[in-house]
């Protein structure tokens, strides 16, 4: 079996003789019958991005002089509740605090740790409460300088398998995986997953995604921490980390559910080509990964299976926003279910939209054009069509940061 080492694939960088792509390119080629071999490959750049739901921050920052309070019991960031410590840093006036990307604000639960972390990123002011232990209320402002210390840790990161749900019931389902309460009769598919760009569907056996791996997390680089929570050989996800203040808010943010806002990110990791397995294993494309479908009420109800050729072949993965069909209307029913709050007084903000569909198949004046797709299924013994109505994974985004490592790896700032 032919075989080389990251060194050798580190000297031919770093000589400007690597071939490097990134998981679309390679699959571009595959479809094409254009397949390079093993030795034209060097380097495969893989990427995904979603909601994940097991991300978390831990922040320092300081909220009064020392001396004014002994320490916090509960903090409170734009109203999401931060569990203090573990540290009680006491009488110094600093907090340390974990904040959960699913916590919900008091005041509106579609505002969450997601869009808490986005906004801090982008500059934003966050409000502070701490009630501490002996009593008193400490309000501050801060922002993203005011912090000393930040850094995400995902418990539960890019995922290779997910589910695609379906809601056969009669009655609307409130769940975290739909943008709002999916409605019965098989009114819309739901599903997440980038298919055949993501990492671990490109290394199954985990030959090269391992502890102690450099990734991109968000934008900044970052190491894989190992297995990540619930993760096994059929079901694998991984541990990641990275510093909080070298992440690009593109790359992550809030999304809204039908369950309140959850938490999305964007996570790339290179592949090098060691041996012909690891070749082998990176010739997956979307038409071979199967995807189950299930009743909404619970990932142990499977209905039937698909697959994610059926999920993204040929369809947009961004709307066109026509003004002249908007209405204007006083109740807008796009603003009201977009997850990532993209479209506001008539304007579509494209850096922050996900490309989820949920616009076009829920403006009453069709003013956005996108075309999500949909899917042949046998439930309970009948041939249905369903519309795929809300997308949980952007590949346009993974497929961007998959691009970013491959720019970094070539220029020489990101080392295998």
């Known amino acids: 079996m032919k075989t080389r080492t990251i060194s050798q694939i580190n000297e031919k960088i770093e000589n400007g003789e690597a071939n490097i792509y990134t998981a679309e390119e390679f699959k571009k080629l595959i479809k094409k019958d254009q397949t390079p071999s093993f030795e034209e490959v060097d380097v495969v750049t893989c990427g995904t991005c979603g909601v994940m739901s097991g991300t978390a921050a831990i922040l320092n920052f300081i909220v009064s002089p020392p001396g004014e309070f002994i320490r916090a019991n509960e903090v409170y960031l734009n109203g999401i509740p931060a569990y203090a410590g573990p540290c009680p840093n006491e009488w110094l006036g600093s907090v340390d605090v974990i904040l959960h990307g699913t916590a919900h604000s008091i005041h509106d639960e579609n505002y969450g740790g997601g869009f808490l972390l986005k906004d801090l990123l982008e500059g934003k002011s966050v409000d502070v409460r701490v009630e501490s232990a002996e009593g008193k209320t400490i309000e501050n402002t801060i922002t993203l300088d005011d912090i000393t210390r930040g850094q995400i840790i995902g418990a539960r990161m890019a995922f290779k398998n997910y589910t695609a749900f379906i809601n056969p019931n009669s009655e609307s389902v409130k769940s975290i995986f739909a943008a709002t309460p999916l409605e019965g009769n098989l009114s819309g ?203 949980q994974s952007d590949r346009l985004r993974g497929n961007k940061l998959s691009l970013k490592l491959k720019q970094l790896i070539l220029n020489k700032e990101f080392r295998l």
């Not at 694998?236 to 943010?253: C, I, R, T």
């Not at 198949?361 to 013994?381: E, H, P, R, S, Y």
């Open 189 to 391: 598919l739901t599903f997440s997953g980038c298919g055949d760009l993501n990492p671990l569907q490109n290394d199954i056996p985990h030959n090269v995604i391992k502890e102690g791996c450099k990734v991109l997390i968000n934008g900044a680089q970052g190491y894989i921490l190992g297995d990540g929570t619930r993760s096994s050989a059929e079901k694998p996800n991984l541990m990641l980390s990275a510093d909080l203040f070298k992440m690009d808010p593109y790359y992550l943010g809030g999304f809204k559910t039908g369950q309140g806002g959850e938490i999305y990110d964007t996570v790339a990791i290179p592949i090098p080509v060691l041996s012909e397995e690891i070749y082998n294993n990176l010739l997956i494309t979307d038409d071979k990964i199967d995807l189950p479908v299930a009743d909404i009420k619970g990932r142990h109800l499977p209905l039937d299976n698909t697959n994610y050729d059926e999920m993204w072949n040929g369809y947009d993965l961004r709307p066109q926003f026509d003004d002249s069909k908007c209405k204007n209307c006083e109740q807008c029913s796009v603003e009201n279910v977009c997850p990532t709050n993209a479209f506001k007084n008539r304007k579509l903000n494209i850096a922050y939209c996900f490309g989820c569909g949920m616009c076009a198949n829920n403006c009453k004046n069709d003013a956005f054009d996108m075309n999500t797709g949909d899917v042949d299924l046998q439930i309970n013994g009948e041939n249905v069509n369903i519309p795929i109505i809300c997308r």
